[in-house]
């Protein structure tokens, strides 16, 4: 099993930003993707950003060029950097990570953008 746990959720203006962070509870191997995923209130979840062992990065349109994904592989850790933060940022976010076959998620991080 893996745990996931994030941190670095918050409150914050638009045009801040915040830092989510996401650690493994152990090694997640070398063949796995990282992601970002969020969810708005009455809306699906939708994805953020990922990023594979490599450190090749995609990400969803409503984030391009505000957000960062990237990762430690020693630490088995995942970032999400978030930039130029607006109100339709606001959601619950969660990390992910596919590896050994299976999807492992974290808890949720809120993220409140106030205008």
């Known amino acids: 099993q893996v745990q996931l746990v994030e941190s670095g959720g918050g409150l914050v203006q638009a045009g801040g930003s915040l830092r989510l962070s996401c650690a493994a509870s152990?090694?997640?191997?070398?063949?796995?993707?990282m992601d970002w995923y969020r969810q708005a209130p009455g809306k699906q979840r939708e994805l953020v950003a990922t990023?594979?062992?490599?450190?090749?990065?995609n990400y969803g349109d409503s984030v391009k060029g505000r957000f960062t994904i990237s990762r430690d592989n020693a630490k088995n850790t995942v970032y999400l950097q978030m930039n130029s933060l607006k109100p339709e940022d606001t959601a619950v976010y969660y990390c992910?990570?596919?590896?050994?076959?299976?999807?492992?998620w974290g808890q949720g991080t809120q993220v409140t953008v106030s205008s």
């Open positions: 992910h990570v596919l590896t050994y076959g299976r999807n492992y």
């Open positions: 990023i594979t062992y490599g450190g090749s990065t």
């Open positions: 152990r090694t997640i191997g070398t063949r796995n993707t």
